[in-house]
Structures are given as structure tokens and as C-alpha cells.
């Protein structure tokens, strides 16, 4: 089984401690066991006292014999530097889940660019077999190429660097067009050169994206790309908008 899942929380401004939470973490498993059982401070801390995962069900359920229980590896969790180390230690990670220091559990969206979304958002959005359904994600990847495309329109910086990776205003509007007529998220990410052209754009910037939320925390507005060459560092918790 893959769908490789890591479980994260922000410790302080600097650190980030992070581990495996088992395969086939997909959100409808363990982003809605995280939301259900895990979702207050003092269940974080419960959470990751237990170390590293095979897998994640309630709290308790590791000294039973149930057969979905949670499973820990015995091994403790790894600290990094800040959010981005999070995919250090373990390759073909395709599914992150962020406890941030706002006390909220986000979802890392793996399309082509990484993009944090709140987990409950994320929940509204799933299938039967617990994955991100076809239509949100074809609305991810049309909404951060909106992004793209205003950045185009308003940046001289941004589009001289567009011009330089083979993506002048044709080019632009060509690629919007692509997303747009996509039926399905197969015919994007089936697209060799698409999704070659809209990585190579994403790579200008800070490689998270942040869903903008409305005031109801229920609905996404904008998303939101920072610069790579941003002169401060600055993870996305810190990010104003």
C-alpha cells in the first residue's frame, strides 16, 4: 500500500516536529481520525507522545486488538528547522497534515503546487474511498493558475522570469485555456508538458501555497503564492493577507 501520510505540528517559530502516520493516509482516514479525535491541544500532545505510526484510529486503541487500531513504531517523532524539512526523511510523501500554532489541523494538497488548506475544508471534499474528489481538485489547480495569472499581469519580475522558462503572454493564456477545457484531473496531470510548464512556474515561488479562507472558515477565496526570492524567510504562519 502507498499514499504515503506524515503528521506534523508547529513547536515554536523555528521548529516543526514531524513522522510517519502509516500508508494509505488519505483524508477521509487519517485527516478525518485527526479531526474527530485529535483535535484539541492537549490530544496533539496525547497524539504525539506515541512517536512515529504504522497507523492512526482513536485514542486508546493501541493497547487493543482491534484490527484498525493506531500502531506506533516505536520510534520517536524528527524535529526540523521549520515546515519545508518536513519531507527530509521520508521519500514520496503524498500526504501531510500540519497542526499549526493557530491550534488548527491543515491538510498539504499534493497537485502541482502544494497547497495548505484547513482539514475540515478538505473533509467537505473528499470521496468514498477517502480521497480529494475529481472537481475540487480541478478547482485547485484552475484557482492557483488564477494566481499565476494575476502575478503575470501585475509582476515585471515575475514575467521576465516567465519569459525565461518558455512562458511568454501566449504561452499564459494557452495554458489557461488547457485547465480550463480539462474534464477531469487525469486529462491535467496526464499532460506531460502541462504540468512540465506549471511546475516550472510554480518554481519562482515559495513551494507552498496557502488557501486564502473566507470568514466562515468553510470556503476558499484565493490562493495565495509567496516569492522564493523574498528576502525574508518566513513560514507560512506568517504570512499576512
Known amino acids: 500500500m502507498g499514499d504515503i501520510s506524515i503528521i506534523a505540528r508547529r513547536l515554536s517559530d523555528k521548529y516543526v516536529q514531524y513522522g510517519w502516520s502509516g500508508n494509505g493516509g488519505y483524508p477521509g482516514t487519517v485527516g478525518a481520525c485527526l479531526w474527530i479525535h485529535y483535535n484539541t491541544p492537549d490530544m496533539v500532545e496525547y497524539l504525539f507522545g506515541l512517536g512515529q505510526l504504522r497507523s492512526l484510529s482513536s485514542p ?87 494566481t499565476i495569472q494575476q502575478w503575470y499581469d501585475e509582476n515585471q519580475q515575475f514575467r521576465e522570469y516567465a519569459s525565461e522558462v518558455g512562458c511568454d503572454h501566449r504561452k499564459i493564456t494557452e495554458l489557461r485555456q488547457r485547465l480550463e477545457q480539462s474534464e477531469t484531473d487525469c486529462s491535467i496531470y496526464g499532460d506531460i508538458a502541462l504540468v512540465a510548464s506549471l511546475s516550472k512556474l ?40
Open 202 to 241: 510554480y518554481r519562482y515561488f515559495y513551494p507552498w501555497a496557502v488557501a486564502k479562507i473566507d470568514g466562515s472558515r468553510e470556503r476558499i477565496e484565493k490562493i495565495i503564492f509567496r516569492p522564493q526570492n523574498a528576502i525574508v524567510h518566513l513560514e507560512t504562519i506568517e504570512w499576512n493577507f
Open 60 to 146: 486508546g486503541s493501541d493497547h487493543s486488538s482491534q484490527f484498525f487500531r493506531t500502531k506506533p513504531t516505536g520510534q520517536s517523532h524528527w524535529v526540523g528547522n521549520g515546515e519545508l524539512d518536513i519531507y527530509s526523511k521520508i521519500a514520496f510523501v503524498d500526504h501531510v497534515y500540519l497542526y499549526d500554532s493557530d491550534e488548527r489541523w491543515y491538510y498539504i494538497a499534493p497537485i502541482i503546487a502544494r497547497i495548505k488548506i484547513p482539514l475540515n475544508i478538505v473533509l467537505n471534499h473528499t470521496n468514498k474511498s477517502g480521497i480529494l474528489n475529481q472537481n475540487f481538485r480541478l478547482y485547485l489547480e484552475r484557482a492557483a493558475f488564477k
